[in-house]
C-alpha cells in the first residue's frame, strides 16, 4: 500500500455542487494532513490542514479526518470554475518531523 | 517580500553537462526543500534542510547534491543531468512543521 493515496480523476463536477476528494494513508504517516491546490502549471498552495478527527470548516472548504478508517477528505461547497485545479493531499512522516509525503494529485473539473 | 523565489524558470540541457538551481526565501523559515514533481507521481522529496548548517537526503536523492549557503539560500545541483531528471523542480520552505511554502518552480529538459 502507497503511504499516501489518490484518485487520479479526473473528478467532473457540476458549478454550484458540493466537490468531495478523498485520500487514503497507511501506518507509516503520523496524523498531520495537509490539502493543497495546484493550478496548471503553477506551484502547490496550502488550503487546509487538519490534525484531529472529524470536521474542520473554512469558508466552501471544509476538510474531513476518520482516524480509525484511515482517510482524510476535502469538501468543496458551491464549486466554481476556479475550482478547477489538482489537489494534492499530504501527510507528515510517522519517523521525520520534516518529511511530507504526497499524493499523486486528483485532478479536479468543475463545469459550468 | 517575495516569498520563495527560484532560478532558473526554464533550462535545457544536454546529457551529462552539470547545473545549480538557486533557490531563496525571505519568511526567516528554518527548514528548506527540494521537490521534483513528474505526471502522475506527485511531488517527490529530493533533499532537505531542516534548518542552516544541515541537509538529508530525501526519496530520490541519486544525482543530486545540495548546499544551504545561509538561512535564506539552499541550492540544488545536478552534477552530470539525465534525460532521467527532466522535470519540474520546486523549493519549498517551512517554519515549525507548519505550511510549506513553494516557489514558482523550474521546468528542466534534459536532451
Known amino acids: 500500500q502507497k503511504e499516501v493515496e489518490q484518485n487520479s480523476g479526473p473528478l467532473s463536477v457540476p458549478e454550484g455542487a458540493i466537490a468531495s476528494l478523498n485520500c487514503t494513508y497507511s501506518?507509516?504517516?503520523?496524523?498531520?494532513f495537509f490539502w493543497y491546490r495546484q493550478y496548471s502549471g503553477k506551484s502547490p498552495e496550502l488550503i487546509m490542514s487538519?490534525?484531529s478527527n472529524g470536521d474542520k470548516e473554512d469558508g466552501r472548504f471544509t476538510a474531513q479526518l476518520n482516524k480509525a478508517s484511515q482517510y482524510v477528505s476535502l469538501l468543496i461547497r458551491d464549486s466554481q470554475p476556479s475550482d478547477s485545479a489538482t489537489y494534492l493531499c499530504?501527510?507528515?512522516?510517522?519517523?521525520?518531523?520534516?518529511?511530507?509525503?504526497w499524493g499523486a494529485g486528483t485532478k479536479l473539473i468543475i463545469k459550468p | 517580500n517575495a516569498g520563495v523565489t527560484q532560478t532558473p524558470k526554464f533550462q535545457v540541457l544536454k546529457t551529462g553537462q552539470s547545473m545549480t538551481l538557486q533557490c531563496a526565501q525571505d519568511?526567516?523559515?528554518?527548514?528548506m526543500y527540494w521537490y521534483r514533481q513528474d505526471p502522475g507521481m506527485g511531488l517527490r522529496l529530493i533533499y532537505y534542510?531542516?534548518?542552516?548548517?544541515?541537509?538529508d537526503k530525501g526519496e530520490v536523492p541519486n544525482g543530486y547534491n545540495v548546499s544551504r549557503l545561509n538561512k535564506r539560500e539552499f541550492s540544488l545541483r545536478l552534477e552530470s543531468a539525465a534525460p532521467s531528471q527532466t522535470s519540474v523542480y520546486f523549493c519549498?520552505?517551512?517554519?515549525?512543521?507548519?505550511?510549506?511554502?513553494f516557489g514558482p518552480g523550474t521546468r528542466l529538459l534534459v536532451l
Open positions: 501506518d507509516r504517516v503520523s496524523q498531520s
Open positions: 487538519i490534525y
Open positions: 519549498a520552505s517551512e517554519q515549525g512543521g507548519e505550511t510549506q511554502y
Open positions: 534542510s531542516a534548518s542552516e548548517g544541515t541537509t
Open positions: 519568511m526567516n523559515h528554518n527548514s
Open positions: 499530504a501527510a507528515r512522516r510517522k519517523d521525520s518531523n520534516y518529511q511530507l509525503i
